[in-house]
């Protein structure tokens, strides 16, 4: 009975620290300089009176994949209030390919959600980089689309200008890390960012809580200063 009573008692007390994890890692008033950073310079938007959320990823990143199901479950709860975009960021000529795949799709109306997720699948769960321009036509055809016309896009002056137009926001946003999200074009937050303060997280799930518990405060923010 004595031993039960132990178990039982350990029991209760493990789940305690879980729930005061859990509450830890998911600050409710998170601090500019800490769990986010208010950019020095706010960057225009176009989403009206709507509040624009942008995501700054890559499609190599695994950070980035292990976010997405997170992130789409938080942008289907708050989608009558944001516009939501994505930038694929610049690195090295090893990410280009990756990149144009992205803005190349974008550019023919192609980039559904159901093409992004499979598109991290092809590189998370098959293991296929992506790193060289061939792969990436192979793949596109797999999926139904028109190989010479992506190619065509793919090589074209217009995905290399939105190439370019991606490192710039990098800058202006000062990027240095991804998966990174911006709201209302003047906060930045990220998961591991939001672990800051309380530095509470045990899992990578844990950090995503808190950096979504972090864009909820600075949603909320920017949508009362619109007003």
């Known amino acids: 009975m004595r031993t039960l009573k132990h178990l039982l008692g350990a029991l209760a007390l493990s789940t305690l620290a879980f729930v005061a994890t859990a509450a830890a890692a998911a600050p409710a008033a998170p601090k500019a300089g800490v769990e986010y950073q208010v950019l020095p310079a706010p960057q225009p938007t ?63 109306g192609l980039l559904s959600e159901q093409m992004h997720n499979k598109i991290f699948d092809e590189m998370h769960v098959a293991h296929n980089r992506l790193n060289r321009d061939e792969q990436i036509f192979d793949f596109v055809a797999k999926q139904g689309v028109d190989k010479q016309k992506f190619v065509d896009t793919y090589r074209s002056f217009g995905v290399a200008g939105r190439v370019r137009k991606a490192s710039a926001m990098m800058d202006a946003y000062k990027v240095d890390s991804w998966p ?17 303060g309380s530095k509470a997280a045990a899992t990578e799930a844990q950090l995503h809580t808190e950096a979504l518990q972090v864009m909820d405060v600075l949603l909320a923010k920017a949508k009362a200063e619109k007003k």
């Open 46 to 108: 176009e989403a009206g009176k709507k509040i624009e959320i942008t995501e700054f990823f890559a499609y190599y990143c695994p950070h980035c994949h292990a976010f997405e199901p997170a992130l789409a479950a938080w942008l289907k709860k708050h989608g009558d209030n944001v516009v939501f975009k994505r930038v694929h960021i610049s690195r090295d000529d090893s990410v280009l390919p990756q990149q144009k795949l992205f803005y190349t799709l974008e550019a023919m």
């Open 180 to 196: 990174m999200l911006a709201i209302d074009g003047r906060f930045i937050t990220s998961p591991s960012m939001a672990d800051e």
